[in-house]
């Protein structure tokens, strides 16, 4: 057994020992004995696969990730947009016969989107997408508009990959654990009791919540499943940014300036200003037929990675 996998494991009897002393606290009982029986589960795995230790540092590009779009700048035009984004993801990872199955949802109003939380699951998902985190822009006369002025707006996406819970292994003190009523889908049922979960994780200030299931326990292993990935994500962006000197926010502020794409619908052109390419038929991108832009962007960064190795 190598010394870290033997660090991985007494990493886990310790949280193990440490959630056992929480057991006391009536508020946090459930989710202890829950976070318990994941961590034994989780030392099972370590001891049986030695082969097989995986590092933070060392992700491997698997086929599930976790897709994030929130309306930025522009009122409820922002919030429209965010919708539309995310059903453009949604036709692109139904081109590509990938399941895509909805987590959460926030909604400002009939059809627009605060917050849509969704996972894909699929060969080559992640790899696909995982340049599409960001500020994305559009520029185009709103419905409710009637001067014919054209507004811009702007919604973030993030990309995220699934990680394993033997890849971020989380202690249940650090987390804050609150069960509500959800007002989500679902039908009357789902209101009725307290099923959807909302957790906080204490040092990084990261809150995830999940209520699309019926069952408190299930919507509590979402949550606790976005957020490992954006744990990874933000220790993966700090490692950066120490190495490289990078910016270490993946989706800045969500200003108007800040942006890798812009969907120029009067012009029906879209722009990729990373890497300075523009298409047509933006028609046809928004209804999720992404793969040429998507190439070209896995080209880009595949030339890039080249010149920095030869250099």
Same mark, same amino acid.
């Given at each position: 057994m190598s010394d870290y996998l033997k660090q991985q494991i007494a990493q886990i009897d310790a949280k193990i020992e440490e959630a056992k002393s929480l057991a006391q606290d009536p508020s946090m009982a459930e989710l202890v004995r829950s976070e318990i029986?994941?961590?034994?589960?989780?030392?099972?795995q370590l001891e049986k696969s030695s082969t097989r230790e995986p590092t933070v540092g060392n992700f491997v590009e698997g086929n599930s990730l976790i897709l994030e779009v929130r309306s930025?700048?522009?009122?409820?035009?922002a919030g429209l947009f965010a919708s539309d984004l995310y059903r453009m993801y949604q036709r692109f990872a139904a081109n590509n016969n990938w399941k895509f199955e909805e987590l959460d949802r926030t909604e400002g109003g009939l059809g627009n989107i605060k917050t849509v939380i969704a996972k894909i699951s699929?060969?080559?998902?992640?790899?696909k997408l995982k340049f599409e985190s960001g500020v994305h822009r559009v520029q185009r006369v709103p419905k409710t508009e009637s001067s014919g002025r054209i507004h811009t707006s702007t919604a973030t996406v993030a990309v995220l990959p699934e990680v394993a819970p033997t890849q971020i292994?989380?202690?249940?003190?650090?987390?804050?654990?609150?069960?509500?009523?959800?007002g989500g889908h679902g039908g009357q049922n789902v209101n009725k009791v307290s099923t959807a979960v909302r957790i906080k994780h204490i040092p990084?200030?990261?809150?995830?919540k999940s209520q699309t299931e019926r069952s408190q326990a299930q919507n509590r292993e979402i949550a606790m499943e976005i957020l490992r990935s954006k744990i990874y994500r933000m220790e993966e962006e700090k490692r950066a940014s120490q190495i490289t000197g990078a910016r270490s926010e993946l989706l800045g502020t969500g200003d *108007?300036?800040?942006?890798i794409r812009t969907y120029n619908f009067p012009q029906d052109r879209v722009t990729?200003? *990373?890497?300075g390419k523009s298409?047509?038929?933006i028609a046809g991108i928004m209804d999720g037929n992404l793969d040429k832009v998507i190439q070209i962007l896995i080209d880009s960064a595949n030339q890039t990675n080249t010149s920095a190795q030869e250099n």
């Open positions: 029986k994941k961590l034994e589960e989780e030392k099972a930025a700048a522009g009122g409820d035009e699929g060969k080559g998902s992640y790899e292994v989380i202690s249940p003190s650090d987390l804050e654990f609150e069960a509500f009523r959800s990084s200030g990261i809150i995830v *108007r300036s800040e942006k990729d200003h *990373r890497i298409w047509g038929n």
